[in-house]
Nanobody, 125 residues
Framework: QVQLLESGGGSVQSGGSLRLSCVAS????????MGWFRQAPGKEREGVAA???????IHADSVKGRFTIFQDIEKNTLYLQMNSLKPEDTAMYYC???????????????????WGQGTQVTISS
């Protein structure tokens, strides 16, 4: 079992920055890749960014150049640096972990086995 705990959400104005963190515990040594997802009210959960243990990353087109996913494996912590935030970035943000070794569909929620409870990000114009 893997437990994930997100933090770092909050309310900022458009153009501002936030850094989200996600600490993994339990069988975290089994994690092969992790991702950040978000879900706005009335919308489906969408992939934001994902990262493998070798630090290969992928970012959704909507956040490229503004968000950066990175990790500190020794601290079992995943991060999402979010810059140039826009009102449309407002959502609940979730981190997710995958134990299987494949890098298939890394931005699809169904690819991940474990999820955190989420942290709210609200961007005002």
């Amino acid at each position: 079992q893997v437990q994930l705990l997100e933090s770092g959400g909050g309310s900022v104005q458009s153009g501002g920055s936030l850094r989200l963190s996600c600490v993994a515990s339990g069988d975290s040594y089994d994690i092969r890749s992790m991702g950040w997802f978000r879900q706005a009210p009335g919308k489906e959960r969408e992939g934001v960014a994902a990262i493998k243990n070798d630090n290969t990353t992928i970012h959704a087109d909507s956040v490229k150049g503004r968000f950066t996913i990175f990790q500190d494996i020794e601290k079992n912590t995943l991060y999402l640096q979010m810059n140039s935030l826009k009102p449309e970035d407002t959502a609940m943000y979730y981190c997710a972990a995958r134990l299987n070794p494949w890098w298939s569909f890394p931005l699809l929620p169904g690819s991940y086995e474990y999820w955190g409870q989420g942290t709210q990000v609200t961007i005002s114009s």
